[in-house]
C-alpha cells in the first residue's frame, strides 16, 4: 500500500491514506482501540484521520488540485478577444507585442501586461508582421590616391567623459600607424571644433604647410580651383554628424587639401579605428571619466598623448608603439622579432642537442 516507516508526512497519496484508514480500522475491530490512540500510534492527528474518514465516504480520498480551477486574475474572454483585434488592426504598424500593449492601454481597449499579449497572440495562432531587414549599403572604398601607409588617412569624432556632461572632445587620428594626433575639448560640437583639431593635427604632422590661406580664402568665396594639383592630399574618414558635413567644415578640409570621406548612416564599424581608439582609452584610464573640469581633462589627454603613442603597445599593428609605426620603424621591428624568435628556437635546440651528446 506503499506505507513505510516513520512520521506521516503533510501531504501523502491517496493509497497511503486508504492504508492508514484500514490500519486504524483494524486496531479498532481486532484490538478495540480508540481512533484517537490508533491515530496517535501511527503519528496522525485524529482530527486529520476524521477528515480522511470523511473523504474516503465520499471516495475523494485523492487530493484536489490547489487552488480554483481559473485563477481570479485570469483574463477574461473579452480581453482575449480585444489583443486579437488589437493585433489585427495595429499590428502592421506596432508589430511588437511590447507596443501592442500599451497602443491597447493608450486606446483603451485592454489594460494587459506586454508577456499576456505574447502569450494571447501565440495561443491563437497570430504570428506579427516583421520588419523586413534594411537594405545592406556597400561601403565605398578609399580614393584610388589614398595609400595605406601613415600620413595619409586621418579618422576623427567626438566622445564624451562621464565626469563632464554637456562637453565633448573630438581625437583625430592616423588610420595606419593609430597614431593619436590631436584632441579638443569643447562645449560645443561644430566645425569650428573639428578646425582646431585637424589644424593641431597637421602641425603635429609636420602638415602645417597644408594650410594654405590664399586657397582657403579662395573656397570660402565659392571659387573652386580646376585641375589644381594641390587638391587633395590627405583623406579624412568620419561619420555623418552634421559638424562633419556642414559647409564650413567640407570649406576648411578643401583649403588644407583634405578629402573628406563618410561611413554609412547607421554603421559604426566604418570608424572602427576611432570607436576601438576611444574604447581602448576610457577602459585603460578610467579616471578620465571622473575629471569634472574642462581644462583639467585637456592637460590629463595632452599628458597621455605622448604614452600614448611613443610607449603603449599597439595589437592592431603588430605590438609596436604608434610612433614605431608613423615613422617608418615598425616593420624593422616586427621582423627582427621574428629573426630572435627563429635565432632563440634554433639556440635552444643546438643547446638540447649538445647536452644530449655530453651524456652520451
Known amino acids: 500500500m506503499g506505507l513505510v516507516a516513520g512520521p506521516v508526512p503533510p501531504r501523502v497519496h491517496a493509497d497511503v491514506k486508504a492504508g492508514l484508514l484500514a490500519l486504524i480500522g483494524h486496531a479498532q475491530a481486532e484490538g478495540g482501540w480508540s481512533l484517537r490512540k490508533a491515530a496517535n500510534a501511527l503519528g496522525l492527528d485524529h482530527v486529520r484521520v476524521l477528515r480522511w474518514l470523511d473523504r474516503a465516504a465520499a471516495a475523494r480520498l485523492v487530493d484536489a488540485k490547489p487552488g480554483p480551477e481559473v485563477p481570479l486574475h485570469a483574463l477574461l474572454d473579452w480581453e482575449r478577444a480585444a489583443i486579437v483585434k488589437l493585433a489585427e488592426e495595429w499590428g502592421e504598424i506596432d508589430r511588437s507585442h511590447r507596443k501592442l500593449a500599451h497602443r491597447g492601454s493608450r486606446l483603451g481597449l485592454v489594460y494587459v501586461s506586454e508577456s499576456t499579449v505574447l502569450r494571447v497572440l501565440v495561443a491563437q495562432g497570430v504570428h506579427l508582421p516583421e520588419r523586413p531587414p534594411r537594405e545592406r549599403r556597400e561601403r565605398r572604398p578609399f580614393p584610388e590616391w589614398a595609400e595605406l601607409v601613415p600620413g595619409v588617412i586621418f579618422i576623427y569624432d567626438f566622445t564624451h567623459f562621464a565626469g563632464l556632461p554637456g562637453w565633448c572632445a573630438i581625437a583625430v587620428l592616423d588610420v595606419v600607424s593609430r597614431k593619436w594626433l590631436a584632441t579638443v575639448v569643447s562645449a560645443e560640437e561644430t566645425s569650428t571644433q573639428v578646425e582646431i583639431a ?18 582657403l580664402d579662395e573656397l570660402a568665396h565659392g571659387l573652386v580651383p580646376d585641375n589644381d594639383e594641390r587638391l587633395p592630399v590627405l583623406l579624412a574618414i568620419s561619420d555623418n554628424g552634421p559638424q562633419m558635413t556642414s559647409k564650413a567644415t567640407a570649406v576648411f578640409m578643401a583649403g588644407a587639401r583634405i578629402a573628406q570621406h563618410f561611413g554609412r548612416p547607421g554603421t559604426p564599424n566604418d570608424q572602427a579605428w576611432v570607436e576601438s581608439f576611444f574604447g581602448h582609452l576610457k577602459d ?3 579616471h578620465l571619466d571622473k575629471i569634472t573640469d574642462p581644462g583639467d581633462l585637456e592637460a590629463e589627454l595632452d599628458q597621455l598623448r605622448p604614452f600614448w603613442n611613443g610607449t603603449r603597445l599597439h595589437e592592431g599593428i603588430g605590438y609596436v608603439t604608434p610612433d614605431d609605426e608613423h615613422e617608418g620603424r615598425g616593420e624593422a621591428i616586427r621582423t627582427a622579432r621574428r629573426a630572435g624568435l627563429n635565432a632563440a628556437r634554433d639556440t635552444r635546440v643546438a643547446t638540447r642537442r649538445q647536452l644530449r651528446q655530453d651524456h652520451q
Open 198 to 215: 585637424f589644424t593641431r593635427a597637421l602641425v603635429e604632422d609636420g602638415k602645417e604647410y597644408l594650410l594654405d590661406e590664399a586657397l
Open 284 to 286: 585603460e584610464f578610467p
